[in-house]
C-alpha cells in the first residue's frame, strides 16, 4: 500500500512561485512513475507533470511546460517547482503513484493506483 501527502499549496499573487512536495509512505518507492495532476472548481482532473521510475523522463502537459519543473529524490519526496503563475492556475494539486512497468509515465489519471488528499493552490491577481 503506498500513501501519499502533499504539501506547499497556498496563497500566492499572479507571477510568483510555490514549491509543491509530495511524501510517499512506500518500501519501494524508486518502482513507482509519479506524477502531479490538478482539479480546477467545476473542472475536470488534469494531468500537469509526471516523472519516471529513474527521473530520466518527465512529460509536462502543454500548459505549464517551460514553467514548471518535477523532480524526485531517494528519501521518497516528489517535487513539483511552479513558477509565473497566474489566475488559471488555481486548483486543488494532487500527487499521484503509477504501478505499472512502463518507462513513460501516463498522463492518464485513472491509470494512477494511489493518490493524495490534495493540496490548494490559489493565485491571485
Known amino acids: 500500500q503506498v500513501q501519499l501527502v502533499e504539501s506547499g499549496g497556498g496563497l500566492v499573487q499572479a507571477g510568483g512561485s510555490l514549491k509543491l512536495s509530495c511524501a510517499a509512505s512506500?518500501?519501494?518507492?524508486?518502482?513507482?512513475?509519479m506524477a502531479w495532476f490538478r482539479q480546477a472548481p467545476g473542472k475536470e482532473r488534469e494531468f500537469v507533470a509526471a516523472?519516471?521510475?529513474?527521473?530520466?523522463?518527465t512529460p509536462f502537459a502543454d500548459s505549464v511546460k517551460g514553467r514548471w519543473g518535477i523532480s524526485r529524490d531517494y528519501s521518497n519526496m516528489v517535487y513539483l517547482e511552479i513558477n509565473n503563475l497566474n489566475a488559471d492556475d488555481t486548483a486543488i494539486y494532487y500527487c499521484?503513484?503509477?504501478?505499472?512497468?512502463?518507462?513513460?509515465?501516463?498522463?492518464?489519471?485513472?491509470?494512477?493506483?494511489?493518490w493524495g488528499p490534495g493540496t490548494q493552490v490559489t493565485v491571485s491577481s
Open positions: 516523472i519516471s521510475r529513474t527521473g530520466g523522463i
Open positions: 512506500v518500501r519501494t518507492f524508486t518502482i513507482y512513475n
Open positions: 499521484a503513484a503509477e504501478n505499472r512497468a512502463v518507462d513513460t509515465p501516463s498522463r492518464v489519471a485513472s491509470e494512477y493506483d494511489y
